[in-house]
Every structure is written in structure tokens, then in C-alpha cells.
T-cell receptor, first 116, second 117 residues
Framework: DVKVTQSSRYLVKRTGEKVFLECVQDMDHENMFWYRQDPGLGLRLIYFSYDVKMKEKGDIPEGYSVSREKKERFSLILESASTNQTSMYLC???????????????FGQGTRLTVV | AQKVTQAQTEISVVEKEDVTLDCVYETRDTTYYLFWYKQPPSGELVFLIRRNSFDEQNEISGRYSWNFQKSTSSFNFTITASQVVDSAVYFCALESNSGGSNYKLTFGKGTLLTVNP
């Protein structure tokens, strides 16, 4: 079974702290994604990565950065956490692209981050 | 740019009724993929179906069926004889590169389905 694992299920951080959310997948997928989920807004894409050290901004990248030093690991960084970043964060991975065997996106269990 | 619209925010039905969840998408790409996911109260996203843009054949899986129409850019999902366990948030999603080189996965805002006994 494909597994996408997020390092924490719940996190509470203080305003201004630097926060790292970690995600690891074990299926050698090239694509990895970070979303945040808020009531009434669905899943909004923050950043995605299509290869090691490669990244692209999603729809709401402001206030976030990412790191992909190894293929299996994709980290989301909140440089200076703010209360409006309180949310559920979901990581996903997939194998998609022209000429490749395509898969659906597999999701982690989510990290509920509260910034106080 | 790519976009997924799920116009129905919430739907409430009585058990055994049929229900259709609408999904309309926008993309400039000719090759793209469409998905439906279910998110039950437990929170984990459950994959239901994937369709590529070259396959317009409708699909049926048990009580679930999907109607893909490129002419209207729609990918609707019907649950026949709904059950209480179908209560969840359902997300439609689109993966395409919109003329670029990398595939981006975009979700709609979701439809909350409540099936009452």
C-alpha cells in the first residue's frame, strides 16, 4: 500500500515561530503537494514539487516555503507563523505526467495546526 | 489557469434517494485527469475515481456512477439509493499542466452530502 505520512497529527505553535511540517511518501512518486483545508474553501494548493529540489507555487503560497531535498520527503515551512495560518494541512503524492503511468493522488492523514 | 467549480455547497437527502453532485472544470490543456474524492467525518480523503480526458465513457461502480461530458466540461457523480454511510464531503479535482510542463492538481470547494435516515 502507498503510504503518505505526515509527521504530526496536531500542532500548536505561537505567533512568530518558525514551523516545519514534514511529509514522507514511500512509493517513489515524483509529484508531491501541500494543501490547506478550511471550511467552505475546500483544498487550496500552497506549493507542489515535481522533482527533487524543484518546486512551483500553487494558488496561495504567501507566507509559506517548501523544501524537497530528497524524493520521498516534502517539507512545508511557515517562516513566521500567524493566526491566519491556523488550518488543516494535507500532503499528497502522485505519479502523473505525459507518457508516464498515472496514479491518483494519495493523501496523508493531515496535520491540524493551531497558531496562538 | 485551471479551475474546478462545485456549485452545490450542501445537499441533504433522505435515505434511498438518488443524488447527483455536479462538477464543472476549466483547463486549456487537451490532456488532463479528473478525480472524485470522498472525505468522511474521520477526515481521510478516499479516492473514488480517475478519468483521463480521452476517455468519455461513463462508468458505474455499484451504486456510484460518473458522467463525463467534454462538451460541457462536466464530470458529475451520481449516488443511487443513497445510504447514511454516504454522508461525507465530496471533492472533484482536476490535474493538468495548462500548457506548462508540470501537472498541478486543483480541487473544487467540495459538496457536503448529508443522507438522513
Amino acid at each position: 500500500d502507498v503510504k503518505v505520512t505526515q509527521s504530526s497529527r496536531y500542532l500548536v505553535k505561537r505567533t512568530g515561530e518558525k514551523v516545519f511540517l514534514e511529509c514522507v511518501q514511500d512509493m517513489d512518486h515524483e509529484n508531491m503537494f501541500w494543501y490547506r483545508q478550511d471550511p467552505g474553501l475546500g483544498l487550496r494548493l500552497i506549493y507542489f514539487s515535481y522533482d527533487v529540489k524543484m518546486k512551483e507555487k500553487g494558488d496561495i503560497p504567501e507566507g509559506y516555503s517548501v523544501s524537497r531535498e530528497k524524493k520521498e520527503r516534502f517539507s512545508l515551512i511557515l517562516e513566521s507563523a500567524s493566526t491566519n495560518q491556523t488550518s488543516m494541512y494535507l500532503c499528497a503524492s502522485s505519479l502523473t505526467g505525459t507518457g508516464r503511468v498515472n496514479t491518483e493522488a494519495f493523501f496523508g492523514q493531515g496535520t491540524r495546526l493551531t497558531v496562538v | 489557469a485551471q479551475k474546478v467549480t462545485q456549485a452545490q455547497t450542501e445537499i441533504s437527502v433522505v435515505e434511498k434517494e438518488d443524488v447527483t453532485l455536479d462538477c464543472v472544470y476549466e483547463t486549456r490543456d487537451t490532456t488532463y485527469y479528473l478525480f472524485w474524492y470522498k472525505q468522511p467525518p474521520s477526515g481521510e480523503l478516499v479516492f473514488l475515481i480517475r478519468r483521463n480526458s480521452f476517455d468519455e465513457q461513463n462508468e458505474i461502480s455499484g451504486r456510484y456512477s460518473w458522467n463525463f461530458q467534454k462538451s460541457t466540461s462536466s464530470f458529475n457523480f451520481t449516488i443511487t439509493a443513497s445510504q447514511v454511510v454516504d454522508s461525507a464531503v465530496y471533492f472533484c479535482a482536476l490535474e493538468s499542466n495548462s500548457g506548462g510542463s508540470n501537472y498541478k492538481l486543483t480541487f473544487g470547494k467540495g459538496t457536503l452530502l448529508t443522507v438522513n435516515p
